[in-house]
């Protein structure tokens, strides 16, 4: 059995499967890209709910394991060499288990190059500026008299979700026939923004054609129905 007693996030959220992964998170649009890609590949995995609502992401236990107290994060018993891995980053997570399958990631190095760079688009774009287009439009930002930043990233989202929308022409996924890892990295991004920050038609969403039938396609898909829901808030 393995020992993850050198992790003091373990102390904190015990592993009664110490054998699996273990998934610390919370069910955002960072943290289901996790829950969802485990649930794809079908890994034996533990979720642990870090509620974010009450700050436990900056306990001494969670920061020992990303000390940037953001979910969400992993301890993998069984890592490269066999030996435990803890990781954070979403996006990085999501390209270790690519990686540790062999799936959600074309076999094809220029393709998975081409996938990877998609990845790293939701995570230096569109995660920020649809986070911050939330904040100013559907959060305490809205009471800000200035309408500029509000304006600057309706504007910014809207761009994003036109860059989105060439590249879904013609394709029924971010890298064509093939679901990876991308699909995963935006899919709950997209959902995010359209229902949660309420901003709809505030990026004319519904005047697209190509990302609006690829974010349904996604959410039908049942391991995103059950990672969207993962780990359950406590």
């Given at each position: 059995m393995p020992d993850l007693?050198?992790?003091?996030i373990t102390a904190r959220w015990p592993a009664r499967h110490p054998d699996?992964?273990?998934l610390y998170s919370w069910p955002t649009p960072n943290g289901v890209k996790v829950s969802i890609a485990l649930e794809e590949l079908g890994l034996p995995y533990e979720p642990h709910a870090v509620n974010i609502g009450r700050d436990e992401t900056w306990t001494p236990e969670f920061l020992s394991l990303n000390p940037n107290?953001?979910?969400p994060a992993i301890v993998d018993p069984d890592g490269p060499g066999g030996r435990p891995l803890g990781l954070f980053e979403s996006g990085a997570i999501l390209l270790?288990?690519?990686q540790k399958t062999g799936r959600l990631l074309p076999a094809d190095p220029a393709a998975a190059y081409e996938t990877t760079q998609w990845v790293f688009f939701q995570m230096a774009a569109v995660g920020p500026m649809f986070g911050q287009l939330g904040y100013f439009h559907k959060f305490a930002g809205r009471e800000i008299d200035d309408k500029r930043p509000l304006g600057r990233y309706r504007d910014e989202s809207?761009?994003?979700?036109?860059?989105?929308?060439?590249?879904l022409a013609g394709r029924d996924w971010i890298m064509g026939e093939d679901y990876t890892i991308a699909d995963i990295?935006?899919?709950?991004?997209?959902?995010?923004?359209?229902?949660?920050?309420?901003a709809r038609d505030l990026v004319g969403f519904d005047d697209l054609a190509h990302v609006p039938a690829w974010l349904e396609r996604g959410l039908a898909r049942p391991a995103v129905q059950r990672?969207?829901?993962i780990p359950a808030r406590s």
């Open positions: 007693s050198a992790f003091p699996r992964l273990q107290g953001k979910i270790y288990l690519a809207k761009r994003l979700l036109g860059v989105l929308e060439a590249r990295a935006l899919l709950g991004w997209v959902r995010n923004l359209i229902g949660f920050y309420e990672g969207l829901e």
